[in-house]
């Protein structure tokens, strides 16, 4: 059932994540140079967005299919 919902339909995290670094930029540029504000966290959140959208990527390219084709045993490791 998993891999039925999983293949080409948008994650959560690529549906929220352009939102949250919207609103992290907003809040870096509102309140920047308060102390409490958290520096960086656009940028961070950036960079996350891109690491799982290239994982995520090889999930649907790469282990989904070989999943689904029944080759699940080969299923193991890090995907290059």
Known sequence: ????TTGSRPTVHREQLPELMRL????EQVHGERQDCPA???DHLTEMQQ??????QKEEQVLFPMLRSGRGAMAFGPIS
């Open 51 to 56: 690491e799982l959208e290239s994982h995520m």
């Open 1 to 4: 059932l998993a891999l039925e």
């Open 40 to 42: 960086g966290l656009a």
């Open 24 to 27: 992290a930029r907003r809040v």
